[in-house]
Each structure stands twice: as structure tokens, then as C-alpha cells.
């Protein structure tokens, strides 16, 4: 398929309002406290039952960072002292052999990746005694085809950090970057030289990682279109196989940190639309892929060749290739995917102790999902990832045993899709919905259209605009 896409600044602009990046659906906003621990474990054991169990995805929330980012809105803790990590990491041990009771030991762990927060904040000893305690009590794999990546802040990296990690099983890493100009970096609190970023880079291609990718962030304060296409132009000199570009959602009413943002500073909604419209061109130019919702890979890179096949998958740590995966997350706020349910773990740290301490799981909301929640989240997956829809997938999978054709099901959604239609966003074919080259960039809108709870989550404040 066409990877293209079409900036269309009229239309970017009609369509820009708040709402999903849909890595799960339905949205937390869903989540509830009446799904708790004992209904997680419930679904979790009934996972060892499938005919053919699902390999396993763990995701290790590590929330500590040395300094504080003015933009970031990640669950996290900023301290210099670097022993408030020891009784959080013994509380994370506890939980990695309370979720491995539930699962089959046989059930291979796929895909492993540790966020944060900023995960190189603990010491090459603690990261050793924690991959050792995940390979204790689930089964990794040794082969290195798995898909095991960690977020780094090469602020935090040395020549030992990669060696050890690579030693450790990772494959890929993602470097944050988010702007390479001083000014932006000031006024953002993130102090970041090229030349440190630069030297990760090539360190961890002398480890023999499999993919490196780095993260930008457009929409921060001081920030130009010749200021970000110089950052662009130095990225692409460095080559990473991915690159992510971000938008900055300024939330000050619900990320505090945030208020420590001069607002004066913010480029206007129009420059902001002429960065992001520069940093695709940019990119495209450069020869890499538009995977989507932010994303760039090279050509040859997994994720364009999943989404050349289809198999394209999206989740809470963005765009992955491994989708027939349980999804196990542990640590503070961290939120699993298990069988057709999501559940979160507690967000505050004391929460998370207590439960630890009393031996419980730190499961505190979660949602079981219902058949049109499972039906629709397929649909959503689909166009988000692959920029099409093949509706006779669909109909197979969910819809054949209701005599339902996929038309009469979303009857409604097809009435608002016919005016993107319209708009040249997309083409309804009888027998697939196909996302234009116009609509790739306003794909969250598109999706909005399946999102059964939509009304109530475009209200809410969490989620930032489309674009």
C-alpha cells in the first residue's frame, strides 16, 4: 500500500479537538474499582486455558528521574537520592513472583520492555538483580529474537550501561531526545548536549542492538520551524531506524509540572501546524516511513514490514509487532492487558506499597470487556495500525454467528465516515475502508468515529488534541 500522506492544513485544522491515542479500547477513562485483584487473577489463570496460550509481554515501570521535564506527564518520581529506589525495587520483586504464580511456566515471554520514569536512574547492579528476578520466575528467552527494549535518557548512559544491558538480553532501545536546541532544552528543564545523545547512539550499535529509536516532542516552548528542522536535520545525520515525533499536550490543570512552562514561549496553534507539517515532509524526504499516530521507521525496519503485511499492533508502549501477546505490567500505575480485560496498578507509591506488603496484588481498577468493546477495539487496532480496514476479517471473526453484515453493525459509523469521505479522509468500499493519504494524519479521528463511548471521552480532560 501507498505509504503516503497529504498535509492539509484546512482540514487538519476542522479536525484538531481533544480525545484518544487509543493504545487501549475502551480508554482508561473506562477503567473502574469494581474490577480489582481477584478479577485479574480470575482472567489470568483462565488465560493458561486457551487451547493455545498467548506468549507473554511484560512491562516493568521504573517511575524515578534524577530532574524534572517540564512537559512530561508520565507517572513518575524526581529525586537526586538514588536509594529511594531499594525499597521500591524489593516491593517490584514481590510483584513479579506474585503475577508469575498465575501463568503457565511454559508460556514464553515474547516481548519485555522497561519504561519509566527513567529506567537507567538504578545502578547496573540493581538492573542485573531485577532481570535476574524476572528470569527467576518467568520464562525469557534466549535466542534474542524476542522484542526486549528499555527507554533510556542518554544523559544516564555510559559505554558499561549499554555493554550490561545488551548482556542482559535487550535488543532495542529508545533514546529520549526531544528537542536538540539549547533554548527549547532550557526552557523545558532538560539539558541535553549532542554529543551525549550521539555517543549512546553509537555505542549501541557497537553492542549490537537491533533497533534504535529516538523520541522528539514538537509544540515545546521556543521552539521554530528552523530550530526543530535543524534538530530533524542532525537526527536523520544519526540515523536511528525509528524515530517518534511527538505533540506536546500542555495540560497545566492536570500535570502540574507543567506550570513550570512560560505559556508566552508555546509556538502559536499555526506554527505549530507549519513544524509538524515540515517535520513530516522532513522525514518522508529522509526515506522514512509515515508508520502513523507520530511514528517513523525505515523501510526495512519491522514495523514497516508488519504493516506491509497487516500485522502491525499497537499497545501501551506504542506500535509493536508482536500482537498474540498477554500483556503482564508491573510496577506503580503500570496498566496489563490479560484475555479481554485491561487493569491498572495503583498510582500513588504508598498505595503500591500497602499492598505489596499485605501480599496482594496492587490491581486497583480494571475493566472485563464486552463483545462489542472486544468487536470495536479489533476495528480501531486495524486502521490505526495498517490504514485499512478489510471488513470481511471482521464479519469472519465477530459477526457471522449474528447473520450480521459489517454495514448493518456500524450502520451509524458509516453515516459519519461517509462526510470524511467527503473530506477525502477515506474510501468506503464494499468490502473494505481504506484511510487516504488526507486522513493518515487525522487517523484518532477516524477512529473516534467505533469509539462507543465517545461523547463521554471527548469531554474529559486527560486526552490531548488529535493533532
Known sequence: MDQGYLFNPELIRRYDKAGPRYTSYPTAVQFHQKFGAAQYVEHARLSNEDPIPQPLSLYIHLPFCATVCFYCGCNKIITNNRKRAVPYLERLHREIALHAELYDSDRVVDQLHWGGGTPTFISLDQMQALMSEIAKHFNLREDDKGEYSIELDPREVTEETLGVLRELGFNRISLGVQDLNEKVQRAVNRIQPMEKTEAALDQARKEGFHSISMDLIYGLPRQTVESFSRTLNEVIRMSPDRVAIYNYAHMPSMFKVQRQINEAELPSASEKLEILRHAVDRMTEAGYVYIGMDHFAKPDDELTRAQQNGTLYRNFQ???????????????????????????????????????????????????????????????????????????????????????TFDDYFADELEQLNIMQGDGLLKLNDDSIEILPAGRLLIRNICAVFDVYNNESMKSPRFSRMV
Open 318 to 404: 506504542g506500535y509493536s509487532t508482536h500482537s498474540g501477546c498477554d500483556l503482564v505490567a508491573m510496577g506503580v500505575s503500570s496498566i496489563s492487558k490479560v484475555g479481554f480485560t485491561y487493569c491498572q496498578n495503583h498510582k500513588d507509591i504508598d498505595s503500591y506499597f500497602k499492598s505489596i506488603d499485605e501480599g496482594e496484588l496492587p490491581v486497583f481498577r480494571g475493566i472485563e470487556l464486552s463483545f462489542d468493546d472486544v468487536l470495536r477495539r479489533e476495528v480501531i487496532t486495524q486502521l490505526i495500525c495498517n490504514f485499512v480496514l478489510d471488513k470481511s476479517r471482521i464479519v469472519d471473526r465477530y459477526l457471522k454467528y449474528m447473520e450480521v
